[in-house]
């Protein structure tokens, strides 16, 4: 790495000079603008909208247009006078708690190295603000711009992260923010499931540019003289739910399936929304279940029946054997 900026942190009456460089840098791949027909790389240049003329970086100057085509132009010498132009001090404001300082202020991010003989206070510097749990709120002229920024520590090293002003962060002024949207509890617990069911621990290593490895294979074979190899199409983006908890609950049985997990009528542990629906169903089936006594009773009645048809058997019986004695007396009157 190359040190973009050499300087010191101030802190306190102790002074401790550092050399910055750039902690993170984009991997975008970069084109030129050629000619189609002969590859040739197309040139611009600079020219007055006055005169015409091809102006050299020697005759540039920066000028500020305050509107009715009027511009007030700064020479070097004007930002020669600035007080910040040439500082180069890290003056530590204060000291705040982390979680203070909204993620949206952060812009840039920048390593910083004792030089010479700073090394011990750098490393004091370093520990008291991890065992602190604290970053340090700090002011740094880069690029002939006063900036606001934070020092802390990450893996053994001091990292610098300039900020935007408060001012350079824009309001969101949106119409639905004047709407009264209610969301209803069985929404609201079903997205709480789709949550829990795609939680996991952030790893930045399990994450890639895919385009940007699809776009250097195309770069490669055209290097090469090959064909490319198309990459396999992911699956589209679903078009806006008309359902808001059908897609709620067809989001979490996918998002089941892709961590391995059974869904959620298999023996799944089950959501909110279920064990309410399982709940419900259980209430409605319950008066069923009170009527089976009675069942019960007519159960025990028919054996009475029973007995009482077993009595009535004798009675016939007794019938028959009254039968012969009638045949007797027809004898007798013969």
């Not at 040739?40 to 050299?56: H, Q």
């Not at 711009?145 to 408060?166: D, S």
């Not at 890639?208 to 589209?236: F, S």
Request: with cysteine.
């Amino acid at each position: 790495m190359r040190a973009i900026w050499k300087g010191a942190v101030s802190f306190g009456l102790v002074s401790i000079g550092v050399k910055v460089y750039s902690a993170t840098e984009e991997k975008d791949i970069r084109f030129h603008q050629v000619h189609r027909e002969d590859g040739g790389r197309i040139r611009y240049k600079r020219t007055c909208s006055v005169c015409g003329e091809e102006v050299t970086y020697d005759d540039i100057a920066k000028g500020y247009d305050i509107g009715g085509g009027e511009m007030v132009i700064l020479t070097d010498e004007d930002f020669a006078d600035l007080p910040l132009s040439t500082s180069h001090a890290i003056d530590v404001l204060e000291f705040v708690p982390a979680e203070q300082v909204d993620p949206i202020l952060y812009n840039k991010a920048y390593f910083l190295e004792p030089e010479g003989s700073a090394t011990k206070p750098y490393v004091l510097l370093r520990d008291a603000l991890s065992d602190s749990e604290r970053v340090a709120i700090v002011k740094v002229a880069l690029r002939q711009r006063e900036q606001l920024a934070t020092l802390r520590v990450r893996e053994g090293v001091l990292l610098l992260n300039t900020m935007l002003w408060p001012d350079e962060i824009r309001q969101p002024d949106f119409g639905f923010l004047d709407e009264d949207l209610k969301v209803r509890p069985p929404e609201l617990a079903m997205a709480s499931s789709l949550i829990d069911s795609m939680a996991g621990e952030f790893e930045p290593d399990a994450f890639t540019d895919d385009y940007r490895a699809a776009l250097q294979e195309v770069i490669d074979a055209k290097v090469e003289g090959r064909e490319v190899v198309q990459p396999e199409e992911e699956e589209a983006a679903p078009a806006a739910a008309v359902d808001l908890m059908a897609a709620l609950k067809a989001s979490v049985e996918r998002a089941r399936a892709a961590r391995g997990e059974a869904p959620s009528g298999g023996g799944a542990e089950p959501t909110p929304i279920s064990s309410a629906r399982s709940a419900k169903k259980a209430a409605k089936k319950a008066p069923a279940k009170k009527a089976e006594p009675a069942k019960k009773t007519a159960a025990k009645k028919t054996p009475a029946k029973k007995a009482a048809a077993k009595k009535a058997e004798p009675a016939k019986k007794t019938a028959a054997k009254k039968a012969p004695a009638k045949k007797t007396a027809a004898k007798k009157s013969a």
